[in-house]
């Protein structure tokens, strides 16, 4: 199962220290919680306001790993002090991913 987080901060409050605190949570996360394979967290690199400041991508081996991740204390306590600095939160969870193939240009 993947999950992803995506997070658009109020204006002003996305920071370096912001996203090394993210990184540290959930890199905390992932090594507390053996149903987590892999954890990534991205900055967006193109300012526009429709795009999310923050990305998590993390691979897990099921629901309960995503359940387990949800209730962590780590995740629980950056999502109640982030909470009032965020405009927007998109989560979407899917079994896994389609890859589409190139077609060659002759």
């Known amino acids: 199962m993947i999950h992803y987080l995506l997070l658009k901060f109020k204006p ?26 892999d954890v990534q967290v991205s900055r967006n690199c193109i300012p526009r306001n429709t795009n ?3 990305l998590v991508r993390m691979t897990l081996e ?11 204390p780590l995740h629980r306590s950056f999502a109640e002090e982030i909470e009032p600095c965020i405009s927007r939160r998109l989560t979407f969870d899917c079994m896994e991913m389609e890859r589409l193939e190139r077609r060659e240009t002759s």
């Open 12 to 37: 002003g409050f996305f920071s370096d220290e912001v996203f090394s605190m993210a990184v540290e949570v959930f890199t905390g996360i992932g090594k507390a919680l053996a149903g987590i394979e």
């Open 52 to 54: 999310a400041d923050l």
């Open 62 to 72: 099921g629901h309960e790993a995503l359940e387990a991740y949800l209730e962590h």
